[in-house]
């Protein structure tokens, strides 16, 4: 079984990500960062060619839900290729929803969510060239990851040809708090709202992400996972998906706060306690005023 160092520490995190290969780590680390340069992708480009899978599945989902885990977990199979970062980085194709001042705010730009179906060909041509160098050969199924597809499911589905979603949905106390302490307004948008975004704001923001996936979602197609029941009983959750994906089931076992999925080792631990104490009584209060309707929707307390 392969080892992972703690990955409560960024250098653990690194070496999670990169399989426990340090110098084949900063190597692969330092191409993605060069990569994500439009004119480097420009000059690379040209010696790829689109490749075209069995099915393209698209992991969505609100900032802070475990996106990121869920992603590092499907890639332990053979069968699927992730990208090493979120695909809307490492392509020109789509407009910028997380605007450099807005981190963690896409919802301030709702209004350019949907996209045009006029140039759909052409932006989905850019988008499997720019991306083409990071796919496995060996794989048939692609998996991207990118929090701005939530926002077009639609456009996908109806563009990318075969085309499957894996959604995950979290607590929304835990998600807005994450986002209002990891993340905090720049510049102008810090002369418009302040030195931290409105709880009301962030509520608002997950709960369109999930009116999002609640209407575009199709169960016979998709999978729509929660945070907590990977947390809990991650197995069956996983089981779902690859059957969905039309994968062979890896073997998986855990123990503890331990999953093994193949010769990978994933911690596992559940944050919506420790991250729901850390909100202020006031700020908690008026997630509450936004968020009711939405948890209670999905099965999750809404804190008096």
Known sequence: MRKYANQSTKFGRFLARNGGNLWGGLRREVSIKLYLRPWVRRIVVPFFEAREPESWVFLVGCYNSGTTLLRE??????????????????????????????????????????????????????????????????????????????????WLARHFGEVKFVAITRNGYAVCEGVLRRSAPQGAAAAEVGSTYPPSMVAQQWLAFEQEISAQINPERDVHLTYEAIMSDPIPSLTQVFEKLGVEIPAMSRD?????VGSRTYHLNNQNDRSIARLPEA??????????????????????
């Open 73 to 154: 977990i499907l890639e332990a199979h053979p069968a699927i290729s992730t990208l090493p970062f979120e695909g809307v980085k490492l392509t020109s194709a789509f407009p910028d929803l997380e605007r450099s001042e807005w981190p963690r705010m896409m919802y301030r730009f709702r209004q350019h969510w949907r996209l045009s179906h006029d140039d759909a060909s052409k932006l989905v041509a850019q988008a499997k060239r720019d991306w083409a160098p990071w796919w496995n050969r060996n794989a048939r199924v692609f998996l991207e990851k990118s929090i701005d597809h939530t926002t077009r499911m639609g």
């Open 283 to 304: 700020v908690r209060d008026e997630l509450t005023e936004v968020l009711r309707h939405g948890l209670t929707e999905r099965g999750y307390e809404v804190i008096a």
């Open 256 to 260: 503890g706060d331990v999953l093994t």
